[in-house]
């Protein structure tokens, strides 16, 4: 039962009633006379004050007070508390005088000096109750607009993350294909191992497309089976070398990011080379920090500052899992490579996917 009586009412009464048991109190220990019908006076003056506080109430909500410029809401709020506290007051006399419930016992005064007595007394009733209605409406407002603030947040982030792992997918599958194809006419059993090295690395491609974050050792599985494919292609003009501290393998990382960065180092770097080069994946634990480098032959010669999405998917993804905590870099060394830098927080918890 006490399920369905809205928060409002449960205020109201409490309120109410709680001023009800003040009044009787300060009355039986503090009133040195007698009041005739003081506990019939103090009922109506108590359902009156729920009744005109609720009408008080949908004056607020039909006009949509809380809606408007906060100069407009206190205008509106002295205003509404002034008038209903004259209206409660003239309905509380009205009825005292109406069924003869005046105290006949206090000193005689006139019926204006009773209604205005009564006003004042009412108006900081009504203060009182408006200022705790404006003040939960207000900061009820503000925690609604928190929690929808962040349930967009968390919304936004995570289509942001579905639409970049959905370019970074076809992206690598069509550099893939065209490697592939590049050895039907010239090595068809090759070929067809190429394509069972692919099917292994859309597996989990696939898989990885329902995960934030991938042990590192299933990304490198992606990446070597990636560069085996370019390996075919380029052949000589191709030289691949690992530099990966075995502790790092368990480290969460995201998926797809470290293949996107040897594709790009691949693409923009051995790609541009007659004669080819080195890529090199390295994986340390560095200041507290889990670094993954990707160096390849070549200089960016500006490239970086293209549309290039792999770049800018590495950048934006770890801004959106990490929170400003990771960081990333793509530069020139001096040894004519062009190094790619991935430092991120390490997890003491191994992710098991």
Excluded at 271 to 292: A, M, P
Excluded at 332 to 346: A, G, H, K, Q, Y
């Amino acid at each position: 039962m006490l399920k369905k009586i809205s928060k409002y009412w449960v205020c109201q009464l409490a309120g109410w009633g709680a001023s009800m048991a003040i009044s009787t109190f300060f009355y039986l220990t503090l009133s040195v006379r007698k009041v005739d019908n003081f506990v019939l006076l103090i009922l109506i003056s108590v359902l009156l004050g729920i009744l005109i506080t609720h009408l008080m109430r949908m004056v607020i909500r039909e006009y949509k007070v809380l809606e408007k410029p906060i100069q407009t809401q206190i205008i509106a709020f002295i205003t509404l508390t002034i008038v209903f506290s004259v209206v409660y007051a003239c309905a509380d006399v009205a009825i005292e005088n109406i069924f003869n419930l005046r105290d006949t016992g206090g000193p005689k005064i006139s019926l204006a000096n009773e209604v205005a007595r009564t006003v004042i007394n009412n108006f900081f009733i009504l203060l009182i109750w408006n200022l705790i209605y404006y003040t939960y409406h207000y900061v009820e407002r503000n925690r609604r607009q928190e929690v929808d603030t962040l349930k967009l947040q968390s919304v936004v982030k995570e289509l942001e993350l579905k639409t970049i792992k959905s370019h970074i997918n076809p992206h690598f599958i069509f550099n893939a294909l065209n490697s592939i194809r590049a050895l039907v006419d010239e090595n068809p059993t090759r070929a067809r191992t190429a394509i069972t090295e692919l099917s292994n690395i859309l597996r989990s491609s696939m898989q990885a497309e329902k995960l934030e974050t991938v042990p590192l050792e299933r990304e490198l599985n992606i990446v070597k089976d990636y560069l085996a494919l370019e390996k075919m292609r380029f052949e000589e003009r191709l030289i691949v070398e690992m530099d990966i501290d075995e502790d790092t393998l368990g480290q969460p990382v995201p998926p797809m990011m470290l293949q996107t960065l040897v594709e790009n180092a691949i693409k923009h770097g051995i790609s541009k080379r007659i004669n080819g080069g080195t890529i090199r994946v390295i994986s340390d634990f560095v200041n507290d920090h889990h670094e993954l480098v990707v160096q390849n032959s070549g200089q960016l010669n500006g490239y970086v500052n293209d549309d290039g999405f792999g770049v800018k998917s590495t950048q934006y993804r770890l801004n959106l899992l990490y929170q400003g905590k990771a960081t990333f870099e793509i530069k020139n060394t001096e040894s004519d490579m062009v190094e790619s830098r991935i430092t991120m927080p390490v997890s003491f918890v191994n992710v098991n996917q």
